[in-house]
């Protein structure tokens, strides 16, 4: 995991790499190439970089949201920015001034739990209960249909246990 310092530089270079990849598909959609070839395109070279980029956008978006909510406790992060974290990791530690953590979280920024990403899902909430993260065990979302599935999914893991899913 990595510290994480500095949010609003963090978010202006995320800015600048999502410009990049934006630009980047821009240069396949004119290029003269089939459609077909331009999808394949796009996927292939843009596809990670956007899901990533998504994700690193949510967790420095969880970070401003726990700090309006929690002003009261100054918090270090540490996080896995681009979802490489290892099993027994989450995706964003918060630890208090003397370096207890007081926040394991967990989060998606895909839209629908459908096929693999439903599977994921299931994989990474079950995380909570076979890592014994520490703190508070929070799960971001970005959709209301995202939520549902995840406390529908939490329910049957241990009736859910002290995981808390929250739409951001």
């Given at each position: 995991?990595?510290?994480?310092?500095?949010?609003?530089?963090?978010?202006?270079?995320?800015?600048?790499?999502?410009?990049?990849?934006?630009?980047?598909?821009?240069?396949?959609?004119?290029?003269?190439?089939?459609?077909?070839?331009?999808?394949?395109?796009?996927?292939?070279?843009?596809?990670?970089?956007?899901?990533?980029?998504?994700?690193?956008?949510?967790?420095?978006?969880?970070?401003?949201?726990?700090?309006?909510?929690?002003?009261?406790?100054?918090?270090?992060?540490?996080?896995?920015?681009?979802?490489?974290?290892?099993?027994?990791?989450?995706?964003?530690?918060?630890?208090?001034?003397?370096?207890?953590?007081?926040?394991?979280?967990?989060?998606?920024?895909?839209?629908?739990?459908?096929?693999?990403?439903?599977?994921?899902?299931?994989?990474?909430?079950?995380?909570?209960?076979?890592?014994?993260?520490?703190?508070?065990?929070?799960?971001?979302?970005?959709?209301?249909?995202m939520k549902k599935r995840?406390?529908?999914?939490?329910?049957?893991?241990?009736?859910?246990?002290?995981?808390?899913?929250?739409?951001?």
């Amino acid at each position: 995991m990595k510290e994480l310092k500095n949010i609003s530089e963090k978010r202006n270079d995320l800015d600048d790499k999502i410009s990049d990849t934006l630009s980047n598909v821009s240069e396949i959609i004119s290029s003269r190439i089939s459609n077909l070839e331009k999808l394949k395109k796009i996927r292939k070279e843009a596809y990670e970089d956007i899901n990533q980029h998504q994700h690193e956008f949510l967790l420095l978006d969880i970070v401003k949201y726990i700090a309006q909510e929690h002003q009261n406790i100054e918090i270090t992060w540490e996080w896995n920015p681009h979802q490489t974290g290892g099993k027994n990791e989450p995706d964003l530690i918060g630890k208090n001034k003397n370096g207890n953590v007081v926040f394991s979280i967990e989060a998606t920024a895909s839209e629908n739990p459908i096929g693999a990403i439903d599977k994921r899902m299931k994989n990474t909430l079950s995380k909570f209960f076979t890592e014994n993260f520490e703190g508070k065990l929070l799960y971001f979302v970005r959709t209301a249909t995202m939520k549902k599935r995840a406390e529908t999914k939490l329910d049957k893991i241990l009736n859910g246990g002290k995981v808390k899913v929250i739409l951001l």
